[in-house]
């Protein structure tokens, strides 16, 4: 019997590659604008060295471009890259399609709602709350509070502790075959592919089902509970 939904976060409910993209994007042109001697091109390919150094959440993104650069930070230009940055990625903030409709009609069938992510507890706490999620979920693990990231039992064990549920009793989501579906199911979870959010190209995530829409969610739990 599912009793609760545990979903990833980024490219599961929020597209988190366009929003990154366009915030990367409009922090370039601003900080061009504001003195930055280098192309849009050249900023872009530093900028995401970086963060595939540093890994995708990293916040001092800014000031690390220019200390490789010219060894101090220029606050003015860091400063308007920033506000651009924040700007941009509101915009781009939003769920997948038919992601509200359905957390309410999961919410009605009597689930439990959760995120695991490997996000910071900020990042994420923002990211629900930009798109008014953040009362959606009885329970919300991040990084911070598992110190691991998933495939580690870690944040999904926290997460059935604090929903008073066995592991069969949760059904996980996620678009990160590696790290959602195989985390999951080493702590004896169902699993669901978000093939819509993949940015792998997985063929073979290993997972109980796989969905190409986040409403099939609800198909799914009426087969789980024969209802």
């Not at 009362?135 to 693990?141: E, G, K, N, Y």
């Not at 995530?205 to 799914?220: H, K, T, V």
Request: hydrophobic share 45%.
């Amino acid at each position: 019997m599912i009793k609760a939904v545990i979903f990833d976060l980024d490219n599961t409910l929020v597209d988190f590659m366009l929003l990154k993209e366009r915030a990367i994007e409009a922090a370039i042109h601003s900080m061009i604008d504001a003195g930055l001697e280098l192309t849009a091109e050249e900023a872009n390919i530093k900028i995401h060295a970086i963060y595939n150094k540093e890994g995708i959440e990293y916040q001092q993104v800014f000031d690390m471009l220019f200390l490789d650069l010219y060894g101090k930070v220029n606050q003015k230009i860091v400063s308007a890259g920033i506000v651009a940055y924040r700007t941009a990625r509101e915009a781009a903030l939003k769920p997948y399609p038919k992601v509200f409709p359905t957390l309410i009609e999961l919410i009605k069938m009597g689930m439990k709602l959760a995120v695991v992510s490997d996000a910071p507890s900020k990042e994420a706490w923002l990211r629900l709350s930009y798109i008014n999620f953040h009362h959606l979920f009885d329970v919300v693990i991040t990084y911070d509070e598992a110190r691991e990231k998933k495939p580690s039992p870690a944040p999904f064990n926290m997460a059935l502790e604090q929903l008073k549920l066995k592991p069969e009793e949760c059904l996980m989501i996620g678009d990160w075959a590696e790290r959602d579906m195989v985390g999951a199911k080493a702590v004896g979870m169902k699993t669901v592919f978000a093939r819509y959010g993949d940015t792998f190209n997985t063929l073979h995530p290993g997972s109980d089902y796989d969905i190409n829409s986040i409403s099939e969610l609800i198909n799914i739990i009426k087969k789980e509970n024969k209802l």
